[in-house]
């Protein structure tokens, strides 16, 4: 059972860090818009999001030099084969969790992604792939769970720690919609993260989820498209039939009990193969 002490000072300026991350990547954002405006030049939103990301990633890098190696201190430890096949079955038997966080906030606002579909893909669907799938989640994961959940970790209990970086995960997504999906993603991610002892596993779900997302997005953008509507209004539709909503909610939410079982033992399992695989690399060290 773990008995670490909480050590409000540093709690709290991590809290901080957070809000200045968040400063330094409006403020990139607001710098881009700046020079649009003057010059006219409108960026597609891989370099609007990049304005943003920039300068967050620069605020964590910067606290944390004095923390030794970028590598170790953010958790790029090596997995083995084994540990990347079970999460990839985490992935799958936690997604359920995420669609039933998804349609409940549905409840109260519209889903972002759909609403938002034509703008984000734009004119290049291999760009919007690119982004969502890839450079958000490694550099999602090196803000969130390498540097936010690992030292939160250092200063509160785990299970605080988990609960407070998911928090800012979700918050990290400034909207309500993916809020609540992110904040239990990223408490699954760090459980992942600590029963692998490497932040490659959370990078892995969060690719996979996100190219997922992505793919589905871009067809069904296409798709819509082609039948003279948008994925927003048939979104915005099916949202509005609140018997369809309340269904799904009902069948999600059971598939979600089941599916926490599943992420406990995969987690567990994941866990085990860790500690299996542990005596050999010693020996081979």
């Known amino acids: 059972m773990e008995n670490k002490v909480f050590n409000k000072k540093e709690f709290f300026a991590i809290l901080a860090i957070f809000i200045l991350m968040i400063i330094a990547g409006l403020g990139g954002t607001l710098v881009l818009g700046i020079v649009g405006a003057f010059t006219g030049i409108i960026f597609p939103g891989i370099v609007t999001y990049l304005g943003f990301l920039i300068p967050a990633l620069a605020i964590v890098i910067a606290f944390n030099r004095k923390e030794g190696s970028f ?16 999460t990839v079955l985490l992935t799958v038997v936690s997604y359920p969790i995420v669609l039933f966080m998804d349609l409940l906030s549905q409840l109260f606002v519209p889903n972002i992604i759909a609403s938002t579909a034509d703008s984000l893909v734009g004119s290049s669907s291999v760009i919007f792939i690119l982004q969502a ?24 209990p785990f299970i605080v720690a988990s609960i407070v970086s998911g928090f800012l995960f979700g918050a990290f997504h400034m909207n309500l919609n993916q809020f609540c999906y992110a904040w239990v993603l990223g408490i699954i991610f760090a459980y992942a993260n600590r029963a692998s002892g490497s932040i490659f596993t959370s990078i892995i779900m969060h690719v996979l989820i996100n190219a997922y997302g992505a793919i589905t997005t871009v067809i069904e953008v296409a798709r819509y498209s082609a039948m003279g509507t948008t994925l927003g209004e048939v979104a915005e539709k099916e949202r509005a039939d609140s018997s369809n909503m309340i269904r799904y909610i009902i069948i999600f939410g059971i598939l979600s009990i089941a599916s926490v079982i599943l992420t406990q033992l995969v987690i567990k399992k994941i866990a085990e193969q860790r500690i299996k695989e542990a005596p050999a690399k010693e020996q081979a060290a």
């Open 71 to 86: 590598l170790q201190a953010f958790g790029f430890k090596p997995i083995s084969w084994k540990i990347v096949l079970l």
């Open 133 to 156: 799938a890839l450079i958000a989640p490694i550099c999602e994961e090196i803000l969130m769970r390498g540097f936010f959940q690992n030292r939160l970790a250092k200063v509160c």
